[in-house]
């Protein structure tokens, strides 16, 4: 027997909770299915907890450095491991206990536990159940992926999830990747006390920044002594008794690096292998990713993808954005697409790299046909305050006007396109906004936990348009 409902969302990520609670709240009769921990990635291995590492190990850095500062606190600065995790462990259990308490709390929504394929465009099946809906969301999220490294797997490694297991600190992490997820990491358990190498392929880490953001960066990173090899072309990786040992180039011309653990973090996949997507006629992608229109809606009417699986952003932030986008056009009548959104985002390494619109040489595509935006390159005075501070970095960056982008938001002010967001005193402290929710690192709210407690409307500097277009009646089930 099919039990029916109105939608089935499938994934408690960050998209995924919001939009089940807000098509409930539209008198719909909604079915979310989750078949492991909720929240998704930011609560359980990703924004929550590694923002919370971070704010740790600020602290202990903070500690080490106070005698620069006249300050004297009496002895060695140690770190316990066990309670940094204990902490983390402490913050991701509430975060995760809140989204569930909120979704079974909302009248219209059922949960259901366990794995959700497809048995046909408009049904899938859980553990043995059928549910049936004429519209099917997928928030299914990704996981860590590793690249074809020669040797990588006949030694242990760590991901970006198993690290939320380490109740210790490294003799010598070793990490393979200089984006995100790798620097993050590094600059963490380098204040935790552990020595760290990253190795990364590209001639400069994130190479996706500017270049002069990234020396930026990096400048950082070695003040703080963090070893970057970057070039490594050929990397190969070997046991090296209790450790391991990875080459660096094509020919061993340079010396290998050793170390005591391993953590590779360079890309992840989504989740998308095991949902039975052929039974629904849904194609991806070679790297897996479900292709999408501007209103992420698959090729198959009524099935839309939300979130890391979609591949038109990896972030927090641009999940709650999927369900702003598909809410509003399903509820409120509107058209919005994926196309509007501004590009903005941020590397919580310190002092944090926040991005907002175009790099510099995705702006030089778009100048030549009309005005662009005005840049104001901070680079040099980040580097500047890195040495003055010595690791109390704050609020330096790199800063961006994007006039045009601003035009295009005008019916979403007050939110992304609102110039007084530019008014913003840049010397605040960016870090512990996020990383521990206020000044006293104790504190344990922060962004990454806010986006994810309460009804969606009520969520501050995200509220969702509630003027219907006459051009575009509501289809939210009623």
């Known amino acids: 027997?099919?039990?029916?409902?109105d939608a089935i969302v499938v994934g408690a990520g960050q998209a995924g909770p919001a939009l089940a609670v807000r098509l409930a709240k539209a008198g719909g009769k909604v079915a979310l299915v989750e078949r492991?921990?909720?929240?998704g990635t930011c609560v359980n291995t990703g924004c929550v907890p590694t923002k919370t590492l971070v704010a740790s190990a600020r602290v202990a850095h903070v500690a080490r450095t106070a005698a620069a500062y006249g300050v004297d606190i009496g002895g060695r600065v140690t770190v316990d491991m066990r309670k940094v995790k204990a902490r983390k462990d402490g913050v991701v259990e509430a975060s995760r206990q809140g989204v569930e308490r909120w979704l079974r709390g909302?009248?219209?929504?059922?949960v259901i536990r366990g794995h959700a394929r497809f048995a046909d465009p408009k049904t899938l099946a859980v553990e043995g159940a059928r549910f049936a809906a004429e519209r099917i969301f997928l928030n299914v999220g990704g996981r860590p992926s590793a690249p074809p490294i020669e040797g990588l797997d006949a030694v242990p490694y760590l991901t970006s999830s198993t690290m939320m297991d380490v109740d210790f600190v490294p003799e010598h992490l070793v990490v393979i990747g200089g984006s995100y997820i790798g620097l993050e990491f590094a600059q963490m358990y380098r204040r935790f006390g552990a020595e760290v190498t990253v190795v990364e392929m590209s001639p400069r880490i994130i190479p996706r920044e500017d270049a002069e953001v990234s020396e930026a960066i990096r400048e950082v990173l070695a003040q703080e002594g963090v070893a970057i090899h970057t070039s490594a072309q050929c990397i190969s990786v070997a046991k090296d008794g209790k450790g391991v040992v990875l080459g660096v180039d094509c020919d061993q011309s340079l010396p290998a690096v050793r170390g005591s653990h391993l953590l590779v973090a360079a890309g992840r996949r989504p989740n998308t292998h095991d949902l039975g997507l052929e039974a629904a006629g849904i194609e991806t992608d070679p790297q897996g990713f479900i292709p999408v229109d501007e209103r992420l809606e698959t090729r198959v009417p009524g099935i839309f993808v939300l979130g890391d699986a979609n591949r038109r952003g990896a972030f927090t932030h641009t999940s709650y954005n999927d369900y702003e986008i598909v809410a509003a056009n399903l509820c409120d009548g509107a058209d919005r697409k994926v196309s509007d959104r501004i590009p903005a985002y941020a590397l919580f390494v310190d002092p944090p790299l926040g991005r907002v619109g175009m790099t510099e040489a995705g702006g030089a595509q778009v100048r030549p046909s009309g005005p662009g935006g005005e840049a104001s390159d901070v680079a040099r005075r980040a580097r500047a305050r890195a040495r003055r501070d010595r690791g109390l970095h704050e609020g330096a960056g790199r800063r961006r006007d994007e006039t045009d982008s601003r035009r295009r938001d005008t019916g979403h002010r007050g939110?992304?396109?609102?110039?007084r967001a530019h008014q913003r005193d840049e010397r605040a402290p960016a870090l512990h906004r996020v990383a521990g929710g206020g000044a006293d690192p104790s504190d344990r709210r922060g962004a990454a936990a806010?986006?994810?407690?309460?009804?969606?409307p009520a969520r501050r500097g995200n509220p969702l348009p509630h003027e219907p277009s006459p051009q575009r009646p509501s289809t939210c089930p009623a």
């Not at 939110?415 to 110039?419: A, F, I, L, S």
């Open 36 to 39: 492991n921990l909720f929240g």
């Open 415 to 419: 939110r992304r396109g609102d110039p």
């Open 1 to 5: 027997m099919t039990e029916r409902f």
């Open 106 to 110: 909302t009248e219209g929504v059922t």
């Open 450 to 456: 806010d986006a994810v407690r309460g009804p969606a």
